[in-house]
């Protein structure tokens, strides 16, 4: 079974670093659009990448502190119910912690990926925090919101999930939501997120004020919350 759900998710996840071989300037600024197309990794694409993400002032971590500065607004402007069951969805994957030093490495999303590496890199655990998130979860602490972690990344990993985000800052949370092997393996990350955030509200009678994601699998479908942010991702799309 442990094999079976890992499989799976390393097709996911191949199959959709392959569909991604041409980015447009839309999606490296962190508009909708994705240009897709069949021609060969382009050398100009990885030096856009390169120029937008790397480097600790590049504009990607300065289009990702936008909006979790967005978010944090919209946080404050809430009034949190004194039942204390308002809670605020992150993603992990390139939305907490951080998978550019890896891709760094490996082409920015411009290679096909190897995800026998790039598993093997987050087994690590040494993913560095996203600065921008890191400062969105501490402020939603200390205002009071309860922090829901909604993954794509199968429950045996949990140890080492755990580890990595407690190494970098990230200590405290309500719940954390790793995908369960009894899910079918064809079900998209989309509909698994949808049905735990439909659990987390009617069932756990929670009530979703924000979601943040860097991918629009975290953010679209069901009980998606009241307020949605995307971070920019130009390295790797999952549906
Ligand atoms: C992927 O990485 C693994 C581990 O380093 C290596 O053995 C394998 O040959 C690589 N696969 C490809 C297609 O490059
Ligand atoms: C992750 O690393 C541990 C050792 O730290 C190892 O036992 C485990 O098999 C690895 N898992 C994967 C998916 O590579
Ligand atoms: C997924 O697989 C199940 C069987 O395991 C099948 O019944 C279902 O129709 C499949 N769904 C999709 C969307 O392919």
Do not use: C
């Amino acid at each position: 079974m442990r094999v079976f759900s890992l499989s799976l998710f390393l097709a996911t996840l191949l199959a959709a670093s392959l569909g991604l071989s041409y980015l447009s300037w839309q999606l490296v600024i962190g508009r909708t659009k994705i240009m897709r197309s069949k021609t060969a990794p382009n050398h100009k694409n990885y030096l856009y990448l390169k120029h937008y993400m790397l480097g600790h002032h590049s504009q990607y971590m300065k289009d990702s502190k936008a909006v979790a500065e967005k978010a944090l607004r919209y946080a404050k402007s809430q009034k949190l119910a004194a039942d204390g069951n308002d809670i605020w969805i992150f993603d992990i994957d390139d939305t907490l912690i951080s998978h550019l030093p890896y891709f760094a490495k490996h082409g920015l999303g411009t290679e096909p990926m190897n995800v026998t590496l790039f598993i093997e890199w987050m087994n690590k655990s040494k993913a560095p925090a996203l600065p921008a998130s890191l400062n969105l979860y501490r402020e939603l602490l200390s205002l009071g919101f309860k922090i829901v972690l909604l993954t794509g990344r199968p429950e045996e990993w949990k140890m080492s999930t755990v580890n990595n985000l407690k190494k970098v800052g990230y200590h405290s949370w309500e719940k954390i939501i790793l995908k369960a092997s009894s899910y079918p393996g064809n079900l998209s990350f989309q509909s698994y997120k949808s049905n735990e955030r439909r659990k987390l509200v009617e069932i756990n009678g929670y009530r979703i004020i924000g979601n943040v994601g860097d991918q629009w699998s975290d953010i679209r479908g069901s009980h998606r919350g009241s307020r949605t942010f995307k971070l920019p991702n130009p390295m790797y799309n999952i549906s």
